[in-house]
């Protein structure tokens, strides 16, 4: 049976550069579509966040302008379904990334609060790159990879070829004015070769080996089907 670890932000607010924090959490689709075709798929799924903390939905995501109402409805169904697991999470500093065929970060801005300074996250992305096993960031999830430092400060993911939400996507979003950093920004200057959708707010996926990322929620479904093909052959 293929193993899949999600690995879920904590967080349930990010901090503005005015000192607000907005509620947040993770994004619905971003968690809901990856995990139902994996579990279809027969495959077995542990979820961890640090410190064992349930994670939190961001409600922005089931709410109105989040998507389709009946397709946003099946998805919050979906999330009640899988509740146990996600209130009851494994603590991220005891999981072993090795046990896993697949690691999976869902994103929403809950990232860019915890995961992007999370020391113990950081290290399970540098073991995972070492070993060259399917590791997939979705949207705000590759802020993770900010946290994947080298000894002399060096991102362990420079030169690699990767996408994540993009500073034209937050700024038609709202929330770059106010934003203390933009997570496109962040991870050019942490030397990633970033690449993005001709159009914003369509579904985009770049594989670099065994390292997978997708640019948005509507690349969530694409993300898990391709690495579904790639797994399952």
Request: charged residues 25%; proline residues 5%; contains cysteine.
């Amino acid at each position: 049976m293929t193993n899949a670890l999600f690995v879920v932000s904590a967080a349930d607010g990010w901090t503005l550069k005015d000192g607000t924090v907005r509620p947040t959490g993770y994004w619905a689709e971003e968690l809901a579509v990856p995990y139902r075709l994996f579990s279809e798929a027969g495959w077995d799924i542990t979820v961890a966040t640090p410190n064992a903390v349930a994670p939190t939905v961001d409600e922005g995501s089931l709410g109105e302008g989040a998507g389709d109402p009946k397709e946003l409805e099946e998805i919050r169904a979906y999330l009640e379904s899988i509740k146990d697991v996600l209130d009851n999470p494994k603590s991220l500093a005891d999981v072993n990334e090795e046990d896993f065929d697949l690691v999976f970060y869902p994103g929403g801005h809950g990232p860019m609060e915890d995961l992007a300074v999370d020391a113990v996250s950081g290290q399970l992305l540098k073991q995972r790159l070492a070993a060259g096993k399917p590791l997939a960031l979705l949207c705000h999830a590759p802020a993770a990879l900010l946290a994947a430092k080298n000894e002399d400060g060096t991102n362990a993911f420079a030169g690699k070829n990767i996408t994540a939400f993009s500073n034209t996507e937050e700024e038609s979003a709202g929330l770059a004015e106010n934003a203390k950093w933009l997570l496109e920004s962040e991870l050019v200057n942490a030397g990633v070769k970033y690449d993005k959708a001709a159009e914003d707010w369509s579904s985009h996926v770049v594989v670099d080996g065994n390292l997978y990322t997708g640019q948005n929620p509507q690349s969530s479904a694409e993300l898990a089907k391709r690495i579904l093909a790639d797994l399952d052959k």
